[in-house]
């Protein structure tokens, strides 16, 4: 095996081989997992030029095609191996390789099926056969081919492909925790197992563990192919961290292989907005200093029996929560007239703090009672499904998480302006929520 650090000609590999197996395939990949993508590019392309010059050899066909499956280029992959996997069984079964990411999963499943009878590895056919079923949401399917594949443990390697086929049929029945596990066997046994990494990653972006994330992210891409989501997710968490040269490089990785990816070029567009932002040192100790405020008891303030015993009764403890009432709530207490209510204005004051200023989020609570009230059964069921049905984006569930939102009802009771004044949330991520509450008929407030 090739280790990805020894220098590779690209040229002379993929030019000079009267025959290109299992090593060349090994160097290829390590060529672009060490950066060389632009001169495999180039060079790919030179043998598509002698081809379409009527080059007959089928070891170039098929190292071109193998080449723009690494380069994440599958329409001319899939025109390449086409051409050879009728009866080359290494070119059917890349040819499933390229039909499964461009979704053409019955496809997908009849070349892994041809490369199996023209006597490529039964067990590794079998298994990616099921990664086909499976996307065609053929999981009875998926797991019967896996049980004919259930000695794939013999070898390492089969074995982790193994246990990431099963950790993907258990998350699509909804088991997270079981294919967590079957996901780490499969990187125990291979380390650079690049789909149950980046699975992993997804899950750890989705909790909140972005370090953790970046690193299995990291690992995801660190031999080919290179998984479009797998840029644009680690991009957006090192833009989130505010690491905007790593953000850059990784949208103009999707946009080498994907020119008219509209996400990753607005996406780097923002990044040069973003670069220019200033975080001011003491807005973040003054917002600290603010939280110590609002949890101070109003116990510890010289107060009237009378606007002690009402505070006490309305179970207001500290003054939080009196940034959450209006002075009218408190008027509507028993025994509370204007005397007290000057009094707790006074002790607010004296700490740079009014009656009610944080009453935008209790009115979005009634609010959303209120709304419920008037739906019918399955309307509310809908309205209290999580956020992360929606299947946001890392930046756009980013602003949820910050803003507190964890439901879909809590999220259309926020308006677009709301929105976007949470950190590296833009236009884009707003059309995107947009988008997917139009697929449910439901708007954000004031749209």
């Not at 840029?231 to 990784?250: H, I, Q, R, T, V």
């Not at 500290?318 to 209006?326: F, I």
Request: charged share 30%.
């Amino acid at each position: 095996m090739i280790a990805v650090q020894d220098p590779i000609d690209v040229r002379e590999l993929l030019h000079s081989k009267s025959a290109f197996g299992l090593e060349e395939i090994l160097r290829l990949e390590a060529a672009v997992a060490r950066g060389q993508a632009r001169d495999v590019r180039i060079e790919a392309d030179a043998l598509i030029g002698e081809i379409e010059g009527g080059e007959k050899s089928k070891a170039k066909t098929f190292a071109a095609g193998v080449a723009k499956y690494f380069l994440g280029e599958h329409d001319e992959a899939r025109g390449l191996l086409n051409k050879l996997a009728a009866t080359d069984a290494t070119a059917a079964f890349y040819l499933g390789h390229v039909l499964h990411a461009l979704g053409l999963f019955g496809e997908s499943a009849e070349a892994y099926e041809t490369a199996k009878k023209n006597g490529y590895e039964a067990v590794q056919c079998l298994l990616f056969m099921a990664a086909a079923q499976r996307g065609a949401r053929d999981l009875d399917a998926a797991e019967k081919t896996l049980k004919l594949a259930s000695q794939a443990g013999a070898t390492s390697k089969a074995g982790a492909e193994y246990c990431y086929q099963m950790g993907c049929v258990l998350s699509d029945k909804g088991d997270s925790y079981g294919a967590v596990e079957y996901f780490e066997r499969a990187i125990d046994m291979d380390p650079q197992h690049s789909r149950a990494l980046f699975w992993l990653a997804n899950e750890n972006a989705t909790r909140g563990n972005d370090d953790e994330a970046i690193k299995l992210y990291e690992r995801a891409l660190s031999r080919p192919p290179f998984h479009e989501s797998a840029l644009m997710n680690l991009g957006l968490l090192y833009e989130d961290s505010e690491n905007y040269s790593a953000a850059a490089f990784c949208f103009r990785r999707v946009l080498e292989a994907n020119p008219i990816h509209a996400r990753a070029r607005l996406y780097l567009r923002d990044i040069d907005a973003a670069a220019d932002m200033y975080y001011d040192e003491d807005s973040l100790k003054n917002a600290a200093r603010m939280k110590q405020i609002l949890e101070i008891p109003v116990t510890d303030f010289e107060l009237s029996v009378r606007s002690r015993n009402c505070l006490q009764k309305m179970g207001i403890r500290n003054l939080g929560d009196l940034t959450r009432v209006s002075e009218q709530e408190l008027l509507a207490g028993k025994n509370f007239g204007e005397t007290s209510l000057q009094e707790i204005k006074e002790m607010m004051t004296s700490k740079g703090l009014r009656l009610g200023q944080q009453v935008a989020g209790k009115e979005r609570t009634r609010d959303l009672a209120y709304v419920h009230e008037q739906l019918d059964p399955q309307q509310q069921a809908l309205l209290s499904r999580t956020v992360g049905d929606l299947n946001l984006s890392v930046r756009a569930r980013k602003c949820m998480t910050r803003l507190g939102i964890s439901t879909i009802g809590e999220l259309i009771l926020r308006t677009p302006d709301e929105l976007l004044e949470s950190k590296n949330f833009g236009v884009t991520s707003l059309n995107e929520v947009r988008g997917k509450l139009q697929e449910m008929d439901l708007k954000l407030r004031n749209d």
